[in-house]
């Protein structure tokens, strides 16, 4: 792994409202994880490797895309939580996988 715990720590605090929401779709939490964990990659933090296939964003984007989301004021996207109080599915703003990546951060 490339990343020190600051890092990791970081990571989970922008995933954490997926990957602890039972309804969402475990997919969906899965791939979650998967994609922001792979920023840790040693292929990726060597510069071996840059960013996401596209297949990947799209197999992410069709596992979530009913999942409830925001735009936050950075314009980044926020998965919903309780506390959320203006949420859209996915597929409702956001319309393919690589714009998922891109707005996702």
């Known amino acids: 792994s490339c990343c020190?715990?600051?890092?990791?720590h970081r990571?989970?605090?922008?995933i954490k409202h997926v990957i602890q929401n039972?309804?969402?779709s475990s997919k969906c939490r899965q791939l979650t994880n998967?994609?922001?964990?792979?920023?840790?990659?040693?292929?990726?933090?060597?510069?071996?490797?840059?960013?996401?296939?596209?297949y990947y964003c799209d197999e992410w984007y069709n596992e979530c895309r009913?999942?409830?989301?925001?735009?936050?004021?950075?314009?980044?996207?926020k998965a919903c939580t309780d506390s959320s109080t203006?949420?859209?599915p996915l597929h409702s703003f956001i319309q393919n996988g690589t714009e998922f990546c891109?707005?996702?951060?």
């Open 4 to 8: 020190k715990p600051s890092d990791s």
């Open 11 to 14: 990571i989970f605090n922008e």
């Open 22 to 24: 039972n309804n969402i």
């Open 34 to 54: 998967e994609i922001w964990c792979s920023a840790c990659h040693k292929d990726i933090g060597r510069h071996q490797m840059v960013g996401i296939c596209t």
């Open 66 to 77: 009913d999942e409830y989301y925001y735009m936050d004021i950075l314009d980044k996207l």
């Open 86 to 88: 203006v949420c859209s």
């Open 102 to 105: 891109i707005k996702s951060g």
